[in-house]
């Protein structure tokens, strides 16, 4: 059967393409490693990595089984933080996965609450471009809790946290927006001639402004696309053109005009983790309800 610190010579092995220097990682001989990578693939039933003259490959064995290794290992360290836990023992960790947007604009807050109150706990953030990749870390076992867009379908508890707020970010120069019919609003089928400042394929938020856009009867043609959520609203007032971006992610002393779309555009978050969390776990997502500054998830 393999052995968690198999499983573990198998990761580093492929983090690293190198038996030499996951082996220099590890603190054990190059002929340790390979002996027990050879002792997981016997167990295994057959090769899991290629020796190549320089790395190594896996195979489509290794292919398979290497997410169920990652797995097993971060099951392993959330169990030995529980141990710390339930014992009482400080420097415990829990692991906190979001999208990009989310942990530039909300989590910033909640993190500093969460430090003060917990000094000695440590924070492991994960950050994803696209809600997907979100929900796929949490079913691999990444972490303890996501914060994201409110997922289709989860074998777990899930608190809605509210509705995140979009606004339109434009140039600062008179008439950038084409004129207001409502002061401070704006809508968005009166930017359909403009080039926009959009966001990459990979990036969720994407496919927010896709379907803002098309509720306004348009396809956005991009001015320039961004793989950063931070760099969306500085390209707008940078007269780029408009940028549908989350509130919370304007910088203090936001250059450009800020307009809201008319009608409005939210999106629904939550926090979700597994099933029976455990106390830390429960206390983070206790701090994160009571600090994020969204509006109620039934509101208008």
Known sequence: M???RQLEYLVTVVDTGSFTRAAELLHVSQPALSHQVRALERDAGGPLLERLPRGVRLTPMGRAMLPHARAALADAERARTAARRAAGLDGGEI??????????????????IWHERHPRTRVRLLEFPHTDALTAAMAAGAADLAVGPAPGAWDGPVR???HEEFVVALSAVPGASGGDPVPGRVR??????RPWVHYAPGNGLAEVVDRACAAAGFRPQAAVRTEQTA???LLAAAGLGPALVPESVL?????????RPQPPVRRLLAAYTRPDPDPLTAAFLGTLTETVPLAPADGA
């Open 2 to 4: 393999a052995t968690l």
């Open 160 to 162: 809605e946290l509210g």
């Open 188 to 193: 968005l089928a009166d930017l359909a001639d």
């Open 231 to 233: 760099a969306a609203p």
């Open 95 to 112: 692991q906190v996965a979001a999208v990009y947007s989310v942990t530039l604009g909300l989590l910033l807050p909640v993190l500093r």
């Open 251 to 259: 910088p203090p002393g936001f250059a450009g005009r800020v307009l």
